[in-house]
Nanobody
């Protein structure tokens, strides 16, 4: 199983980025998918969740600005990030959670938002 996150970069405040998590050896539609982020010295924290059934959950800090979605035909999970703020700067990770409890992490992708 491999999860590959991509799409990070450097943007100015108010800009947008789209992160993509691509999976191999795993079907994302059979898992609950999440995006997390981590800054230096802090623990990795949840940003958005997408259930197998398609319901989404966001932390307050990103609700209304970020959108998590899944493309079953490509076996990818996206995180559309709009109106980015400097406090969104972090390494972003995708995670797949199987109903059995097994979880898989992708490698991180750096997002940097300049003020």
């Amino acid at each position: 199983v491999q999860l590959q996150a991509s799409g990070g970069g450097f943007v100015q405040t108010g800009g947008s980025l789209r992160l993509t998590c691509a999976g191999s050896g795993i079907l994302f539609r059979n898992n609950h998918m999440g995006w997390y982020r981590q800054t230096p010295g802090k623990e990795r924290a949840l940003v958005a969740l997408l259930s197998m059934g398609g319901s989404s959950t966001y932390i307050d800090a990103v609700r209304g600005r970020f959108t998590i979605s899944r493309d079953n035909s490509k076996n990818t999970v996206l995180l559309e990030m709009n109106s980015l703020k400097p406090e969104d700067t972090a390494v972003y990770y995708c995670r797949a959670n199987a109903p059995s409890g097994t979880s898989y992490w992708g490698q991180g992708t750096q997002v940097t938002v300049s003020s």
